[in-house]
């Protein structure tokens, strides 16, 4: 794929899963574990993302390095949530208290935050990013959102690209960026010249997907189809998000 | 000539831009069935406008336009005209958006309501029919300039068009390329309209060639003497020469 979509290519028993059951399982998981706030449900569910993520065979040091990018948000929570939430004083330093509750709620975000991304990781970045789509617009998202999505991923890098030939065409005609009006309107010219060619191209594909009888939907070539694991694997998935969310039914219920 | 054997008329079509550029004037056009109109014309003089036009994509500002027997007045009329008219883009990489080979061209026969099955059959026999097996799983994105050329071809004639309008077909390929594309032309038996600037490739693939100007159509004048070293009709229209002589 243009973006590497190196997750996807791999030929684990969650890689053959049928993509509605994949997302629909990711969907679940998601909905269930950022409703639930204990301790044993999110640290079980880190578990759970886990096996899944080591039964699909994805390389855990760029699954990591992924990781750390969203810890860097969950990161500025740690800086500020532990001084401003009230509770149990744990420790002060000068004015600043740091409350026991504040801790352990930033604790618990950061387990939650991990076991969705890892979900998300290794059920729904094992399937191309077409296949996605195909599998949200058979869960009833309509066809327009599907299209989006699958067309914005389809052209970012397009526009990447654009915007580097342009940056290229500028550079070997001399231009340096510096701190003057020059270079300000040289680089808005450069993003409107990139937002009207985008706009363009965008209206040569739609032309070219019209006189190829295009209406509206999007089709494809791979079939779905729910074989016996497929079943298995979804009643396992679902039975453990009941059994570590026992405690927590009366919470979800009402 | 019997009426059902005009596939495409153009009678007195005009298309104004908004700003009040004229691209074509009052022009006519037919094409009959079994027959191959060259076009050829310098940038600008309206070719692949007049393309838009008879594929619906831009409505022309005054004049008639029947297509298989039938008067082009509402967008809705053009539908069914596009699965029978395959246009293939100047630029390949306006033509291809999917991820693979075999998905793009299996775009089309979908579109026509055909199972992923039978749309992946089509896709095949075309694709090896154009000398190009084993590209499949190819990223359309990663092709060559050639490969992108014939690989837009297949997903035009997947759709097993009745006629096909070619928009600069060898525009930017090397000689065995467009030798490729000369040979699939002359191996299939489908009325065509080809725009280029090519005068050998043009005098190869079809059989009247008629000169654009500034949104006009120039009657065939028979051969004209012009300053290259040989002769041929429109020589007074510019253009240029491929090697592509066996």
């Known amino acids: 794929m243009i973006i590497n979509e190196s997750f996807s290519e791999g030929n684990t028993f969650i890689h053959r899963l049928d993509p509605r059951v994949k997302l629909l399982a990711a969907l679940l998981f998601s909905v269930?574990?950022?409703?639930?706030?204990?301790?044993?449900?999110?640290?079980?569910?880190?578990?759970?993302?886990?096996?899944?993520?080591?039964?699909?065979?994805?390389?855990?040091?760029?699954?990591?390095?992924?990781?750390?990018?969203?810890?860097?948000?969950?990161?500025?929570?740690?800086?500020?949530?532990?001084?401003?939430?009230?509770?149990?004083?744990?420790?002060?330093?000068?004015?600043?208290?740091?409350?026991?509750?504040?801790?352990?709620?930033?604790?618990?975000?950061?387990?939650?935050?991990n076991a969705i991304l890892l979900i998300l990781i290794s059920l729904t970045a094992t399937m191309p990013v077409f296949t996605l789509g195909r599998a949200m617009n058979s869960l009833g998202i309509p066809d327009k959102i599907v299209n989006l999505f699958i067309f914005s991923y389809r052209y970012i890098h397009a526009i990447l690209l654009e915007y580097k030939r342009l940056k290229e065409a500028m550079a070997i005609r001399g231009f340096h960026p510096k701190t003057n009006m020059h270079t300000y309107r040289s680089y808005a010219y450069l993003v409107g010249m990139l937002i009207v060619k985008s706009h363009d191209r965008a209206e040569r594909v739609h032309s070219a997907m019209i006189c190829r009888g295009f209406r509206g939907k999007l089709y494809d070539l791979t079939e779905f189809s729910i074989k016996r694991t497929d079943f298995i694997f979804i009643s396992i998935f679902i039975l453990c998000l009941m059994v570590i969310t026992l405690k927590q039914w009366p919470i979800l219920i009402f | 000539?019997?009426?059902?054997?005009?596939?495409?008329?153009?009678?007195?079509?005009?298309?104004?831009?908004?700003?009040?550029?004229?691209?074509?004037?009052?022009?006519?056009?037919?094409?009959?069935?079994?027959?191959?109109?060259?076009?050829?014309?310098?940038?600008?003089?309206?070719?692949?406008?007049?393309?838009?036009?008879?594929?619906?994509?831009?409505?022309?500002?005054?004049?008639?336009?029947?297509?298989?027997?039938?008067?082009?007045?509402?967008?809705?009329?053009?539908?069914?005209?596009?699965?029978?008219?395959?246009?293939?883009?100047?630029?390949?990489?306006?033509?291809?958006?999917?991820?693979?080979?075999?998905?793009?061209?299996?775009?089309?026969?979908?579109?026509?309501?055909?199972?992923?099955?039978?749309?992946?059959?089509?896709?095949?026999e075309i694709l090896s029919s154009l000398g190009l097996e084993g590209f499949e799983d190819r990223i359309t994105y990663k092709l060559s300039g050639g490969e992108k050329k014939l690989v837009s071809l297949a997903t035009v004639l997947a759709m097993k068009p009745e006629v096909l309008l070619l928009d600069e077909p060898t525009t930017g390929l090397d000689v065995d390329t467009t030798k490729k594309i000369i040979h699939v032309l002359e191996s299939i038996d489908v009325s065509s309209i080809i725009i280029s600037h090519d005068m050998d490739f043009i005098q190869r693939t079809t059989g009247t060639i008629y000169g654009m100007v500034k949104g006009k159509i120039l009657p065939d004048k028979g051969e004209y003497a012009h300053s290259h070293v040989h002769a041929h009709g429109h020589g007074e229209v510019p253009h240029t020469h491929s090697d592509i002589s066996d």
């Open chain 2, 1 to 124: 000539m019997a009426d059902t054997d005009i596939l495409i008329n153009l009678e007195k079509i005009s298309f104004f831009f908004p700003d009040g550029k004229r691209v074509l004037e009052d022009l006519d056009l037919c094409l009959n069935k079994g027959e191959r109109l060259g076009l050829i014309g310098p940038n600008g003089s309206g070719k692949t406008t007049l393309f838009r036009v008879i594929m619906g994509l831009l409505k022309p500002t005054s004049g008639k336009l029947t297509i298989f027997g039938r008067d082009m007045i509402h967008k809705k009329d053009f539908t069914p005209v596009r699965q029978r008219v395959g246009l293939l883009f100047q630029d390949a990489d306006d033509q291809l958006f999917n991820p693979t080979v075999l998905d793009d061209v299996a775009f089309g026969p979908l579109n026509q309501g055909k199972s992923p099955a039978e749309a992946k059959k089509i896709s095949r």
């Open chain 1, 32 to 113: 269930v574990i950022s409703v639930s706030s204990r301790f044993f449900p999110l640290f079980s569910a880190l578990i759970i993302a886990f096996a899944l993520l080591i039964s699909a065979r994805l390389p855990v040091k760029i699954v990591l390095l992924r990781l750390l990018f969203a810890n860097l948000f969950i990161f500025l929570l740690w800086i500020f949530i532990p001084f401003s939430m009230k509770g149990e004083t744990l420790a002060k330093i000068g004015p600043l208290i740091i409350s026991k509750e504040g801790l352990y709620y930033c604790f618990l975000l950061t387990i939650k935050t």
